[in-house]
């Protein structure tokens, strides 16, 4: 239940932006129990990913079928991770005993992550925009989370 305060299952929230707007944002419940942080945070960053890459997708078939004489940019992600442990999993592909067992379905965005569609970067915890979806945050990282948010 996820209104249940008993869950132990953990929350995946992110903001996809482009142009600096958000354009769609979710807070859910994951449908496993992550055994760890670092888990939980690679199945988040996994569930973002499957809905950036097909736009990505999309915005290359745009670009290939209408062809416009300025120069378009390719377009790349960025996304913003506050936990070293996701991102060496992300990145590097090093995975440890406590994490080797993370099922294969959450692997899906490592090509794009090798030919550098997708970039992982760390991002301090206090300018994580997503945390305001998925915890409880005090009234000045809210209010400033909220401004960052919103481009203010």
């Known amino acids: 239940d996820a209104e249940s305060a008993d869950s132990v299952m953990s929350r995946t929230g ?68 506050d936990n070293q442990s996701c991102i060496s999993m992300a990145t590097k592909q090093k995975f440890s005993p406590r994490t080797k067992h993370i099922a294969l379905k959450y692997h899906h965005f490592r090509s794009y992550v090798n030919s550098k569609q997708i970039e992982v970067h760390y991002i301090n915890t206090h300018d994580q925009l997503a945390d305001c979806l998925t915890k409880p945050l005090g009234a000045n990282l809210f209010f400033n989370l909220r401004k960052m948010l919103m481009g203010w």
């Open 14 to 81: 992110y903001v996809l932006m482009y142009a600096g707007c958000p354009i769609h944002w979710v807070s859910k419940l994951q449908t496993e129990i992550a055994l760890s942080t670092a888990e939980a945070e690679y199945i988040a960053l996994s569930q973002s990913l499957r809905e950036v890459i097909p736009l990505m997708s999309m915005m290359k078939e745009l670009k290939d079928t209408f062809p416009i004489e300025i120069q378009i940019p390719n377009f790349n992600c960025t996304v913003h991770e």
